[in-house]
């Protein structure tokens, strides 16, 4: 029999692209995700219907194989890291309540309305009421994009063309490249460093404070630490030298929190005089990427009033997930920090049994967890994870329902620590999906710079 025959005739038999399109299956696709996608699947499908891949007949069901699972690029993955604030995973995980009150917000909203008067309201004036009533010594409160774009803003409207006075020790970079002076410097402020990489005393900033300061800046080291022969000038004591105070306290804590002791928060430095606290909203305080302002009233609406702040605000959405967090139950975050160990090792016991059972090999092990996403460097939290095959790794993360663990000593480890108790049945379905033995590429294993970022 003549190849070429064969082969024509199996292209006559692929079914055409609006053929396939009236798929009651694709035609609901369409409406979820777009038709452009869906198209791109049948043309994939009717490819390899044309290779010999698959028969002309299973285009159909090939093209629903093929569909993208939302209309967005980001996936929804589980955060086996062990790390709580995982930057490259998005920091803070919502809570429910933040995340209705997205959805909520999604239509039209009154995020600049007072509907009792139908006059024009001050935008976002809930979530800064909200923010206000957790930082009761924060006078007045403003939001914008990130604590990156909080300390351009205060920089910006404050001390433009004139000095910053801030330590040595304080000039960090806080992740992929991004360095808080030059932050500063390119807004046409200038830096006045003081003291030395280890230590900084009240004295230093004294020496330098004149006509051209705008303000001191406290950075919290919030992604290492220095050890040893060290000294830093406190908030109280800058305080006390007569020009506005700001803190960047990095990690958005509004109040101590009993397991990191060493972590600033806004109240209690607002407390000790800082004129203004900076901070960001994703990390421990566990609500979405925003930046929050605390201060004095006369300050935050300099700053709040600058053209900048146009260009650096929040959408209705962060504002609605923001107050949501505020007001609502405790975030995932603040109840991957509180879980104990314990109750860790009990979780990892259970789903290590039931998938030893099906001859998976796996085991329960202690595990060392971080905080992570710039906060609390150095706090081990005692966690537990479950011990796979190196394999494991690449076939979690590239599986339906990813998972991202981390690679120690030659073992895959899903730590539990930042797992939801609720997402404990999908992470054993996930292990159980990968199957027997295959051979991966062990250097595409899990991501190896957690907490890379601050
Ligand atoms: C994280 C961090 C920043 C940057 O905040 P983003 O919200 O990531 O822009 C700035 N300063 C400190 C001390 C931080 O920890």
Excluded: W
């Excluded at 509004?254 to 005089?273: I, N, S, V, Y």
């Excluded at 590239?398 to 997402?423: F, H, I, K, W």
């Amino acid at each position: 029999m003549d190849q070429r025959v064969t082969t024509t005739d199996v292209r006559r038999r692929i079914p055409r692209t609006d053929a396939v399109l009236g798929d009651p299956r694709l035609i609901e696709a369409a409406q979820r995700l777009g038709s452009g996608a869906v198209k791109a699947a049948v043309r994939q499908a009717q490819e390899r219907a044309r290779a010999g891949a698959i028969a002309p007949d299973g285009v159909a069901d090939t093209a629903v194989a093929l569909l993208p699972r939302t209309a967005g690029g980001l996936r929804p993955v589980i955060n086996a890291t062990g790390v709580v604030l995982h930057t490259n995973l998005g920091r803070a995980s919502l809570s429910a309540a933040a995340r209705r009150a997205v959805r909520e917000a999604a239509g039209p909203t009154d995020i600049e309305l007072d509907l009792r008067t139908g006059v024009r309201a001050r935008r976002g004036h809930a979530a800064l009421a909200a923010l206000r009533e957790r930082v009761p010594s924060g006078a007045a409160a403003h939001v914008v994009n990130n604590g990156a774009a909080a300390l351009v803003l205060v920089a910006t409207a404050i001390a433009a063309g004139k000095e910053i006075v801030i330590s040595r020790g304080e000039m960090v970079e806080i992740g992929d490249g991004f360095r808080l002076p030059d932050l500063l410097v390119s807004t046409g402020a200038r830096l006045r460093e003081v003291g030395t990489t280890n230590r900084t005393s009240v004295a230093d900033y004294a020496a330098v404070i004149g006509p051209e300061t705008a303000f001191v800046l406290k950075v919290h080291p919030s992604n290492f630490r220095v050890t040893g022969f060290t000294r830093a000038a406190g908030t109280g004591e800058l305080a006390a030298l007569g020009v506005p105070v700001v803190v960047d306290i990095g990690s958005g804590l509004l109040a101590p929190h009993p397991l990191l002791p060493d972590e600033p928060d806004a109240e209690t430095r607002l407390r000790a005089g800082a004129s203004l606290v900076t901070a960001s909203g994703d990390k421990l305080l566990g609500g979405p990427q925003c930046g929050l302002l605390l201060g004095q009233e006369e300050l935050v609406r300099t700053v709040s009033r600058h053209p900048l702040a146009r260009a650096l605000r929040v959408d209705k959405l962060t504002l609605a997930a923001l107050e949501a967090t505020l007001t609502g139950p405790e975030t995932p975050t603040a109840v991957a920090l509180a879980a104990g160990p314990a109750g860790l090792r009990h979780r990892a016991e259970r789903l290590a049994s039931a998938l030893a059972a099906d001859g998976i090999d796996v085991r329960a092990v202690e595990s060392a967890a971080s905080v992570g996403g710039g906060g609390a460097p150095g706090v081990t939290l005692p966690s537990a994870a479950l011990s796979l095959p190196e394999r494991y790794a690449a076939a979690l993360r590239t599986g339906p329902v990813p998972v991202v663990g981390r690679l120690e000593a030659g073992r895959c480890l899903l730590d539990l620590r930042a797992v939801a108790r609720e997402d404990d049945e999908r992470l054993a379905e996930a292990v159980r999906s990968v199957g027997g033995p295959a051979a991966t590429d062990p250097a595409a294993g899990a991501v190896t710079d957690p907490a890379a970022e601050g």
